[in-house]
């Protein structure tokens, strides 16, 4: 029923929704429009001018930071809202002279630690904000009430996960009665149908260990499997069941970062410490899995950031544990390529940080004299256009070694920037150990971080 500029939500399909939701667009699936009001999420023309109206956009894959394609930079045809919103911030904030510092709201988290975060269609008719804890709670929030309200199971409950935050990622795939939202955990991996009038889920899953997240390739989602000791691959297309299927690999079982995908190749790829899996489909759809493993004595540091990609393919950078030097390696070769590398960076996939020097290539050496290293900078999100990053800028270790800045457990000075690539920053300081296991998200006009070992949830609006 509007009223007003809003509207009030009398029943859907003869229930009432519980008074703890709040956000009633999102049950009934209305959204404002620009003549003002809103209209039905059903509505294909609009009753004002007869025109079409704008489809509204569906966030599928829910990699880690929001990068195209499972890495960490993006661009706007493909990321909406996300280059938008962050240039509107950058933009309200030059104007007003406001610091990111003090702009910050902080909300209360459903769970101390151990959360990643997500937006999805699952259970509403446009996105919702979701926060799902390694010890397996679901929970929904509502920013007209400002709190997160938990889901509960009918059936098994959601599994717990070893997946840290930057190797995590969600799907969503659509389904008859609404999205279902593909997850990794270590019971299996789950496919999630919620239902928001009654704050609850409904699960089915694929058992069997996950070693990696959920990649999307050709609209279906694949979870990569330990089953019987075995390495095994989910794999799930709206509408149909589960598939599990075997893979004969020489590899030791392990856990993989959140998969990077090539479409031009119809590929997916999970990196691990020891080598990398990559899942292809031929003409035909037809599966097929390959494991490389690095070259001896080799190991990947997938927390660093997903590999590099230039016109040949991907490159995968490598640290030698025996003569602790640097080595690239292109992925998915039939003959090994490698090159040398100066020294250890960071990495959106697209633009490299040797410490805090920026470089197009991870194995170019840089100008000593024109450059100082005076601390690391860590990119969670790079957004092609508009030129603006979200990162982390924090001091050099004692060692002034990169691998141990993330192997130590101390307390350090972080800094969470949005800046302009190359030019101006926006800051937000605390003191916190492991600030790299952060996650940066958009959602509802907003700009979110969660930083897990604080414990903290901080947003910043956009006026509405």
């Keep these: 029923m509007q009223n007003g500029t809003g509207f009030s939500l009398v029943a859907i399909d003869a229930a009432v929704p519980p008074t703890s939701l709040s956000d009633l667009d999102y049950l009934s699936g209305a959204y404002r429009v620009p003549e003002g009001g809103y209209l039905p999420g059903s509505f294909r023309f609009s009753p004002f001018t007869g025109q079409p109206l704008e489809r509204r956009p569906v966030e599928q894959w829910r990699t880690p930071f929001g990068g195209d394609d499972g890495g960490r930079s993006c661009s706007a045809a493909a990321a909406e809202p996300i280059p938008s919103t962050l240039q509107a911030l950058f933009d309200q904030w030059q104007r007003s002279g406001q610091s990111m510092q003090d702009a910050a709201e902080v909300i209360k988290s459903p769970q101390p630690s151990g959360l990643f975060f997500f937006s999805s269609r699952a259970g509403g008719h446009r996105n919702g904000l979701f926060a799902a804890s390694r010890s397996g709670q679901l929970s929904l929030w509502q920013r007209g009430h400002r709190h997160w309200v938990p889901l509960t199971p009918r059936g098994a409950s959601l599994g717990r996960s070893h997946l840290e935050t930057w190797a995590n990622a969600t799907l969503t795939l659509p389904h008859d009665d609404g999205h279902e939202v593909i997850m990794a955990t270590d019971a299996g991996a ?171 290539r991870p194995w170019d050496e840089f100008d000593h004299d024109l450059y100082s290293v005076t601390h690391v900078v860590y990119p969670f999100l790079e957004v092609v256009e508009p030129q603006l990053m979200l990162s982390l800028h924090a001091p050099l270790p004692q060692q002034r070694s990169l691998l141990s800045f993330f192997e130590s457990q101390a307390t350090v000075h972080a800094t969470f920037c949005l800046e302009r690539i190359g030019g101006h920053a926006y800051t937000y300081a605390m003191d916190t150990p492991s600030p790299w296991n952060a996650q940066w998200f958009v959602h509802d006009e907003a700009l979110w971080l969660w930083v897990d070992a604080r414990g903290t949830l901080l947003r910043w609006s956009l006026p509405q």
Excluded at 249 to 273: E, K, M, N, V
Excluded at 308 to 330: A, H, I, M, P, V
């Design 190 to 360: 789950d496919c999630v149908s919620v239902d928001a009038m009654t704050l609850s889920y409904q699960i089915d899953r694929a058992v069997g260990r996950s070693l990696g997240a959920p990649g999307l390739l050709d609209d279906a989602a694949f979870v990569p499997q330990e089953h019987d000791g075995q390495w095994c691959l989910a794999i799930r297309r709206a509408g149909e069941a589960w598939q599990q299927v075997l893979l004969t690999l020489d590899a030791p079982l392990q856990l993989l970062a959140a998969p990077i995908s090539d479409p031009a190749h119809r590929s997916l790829f999970w990196i691990g410490t020891q080598g990398v899996l990559s899942v292809r489909l031929d003409g035909q759809g037809d599966v097929s899995a390959r494991w490389q493993s690095w070259p001896d004595g080799y190991q990947a540091n997938p927390v660093l950031g997903p590999p590099y990609r230039d016109g040949e393919g991907f490159w995968q950078l490598l640290y030698d544990t025996r003569d602790k030097k640097w080595l690239l390696t292109r992925l998915d070769t039939v003959l090994p390529e490698q090159r040398p590398a100066p020294r250890g960076s960071t990495s959106t996939g697209r633009t490299n940080f040797q410490f805090n020097v920026r470089l197009e």
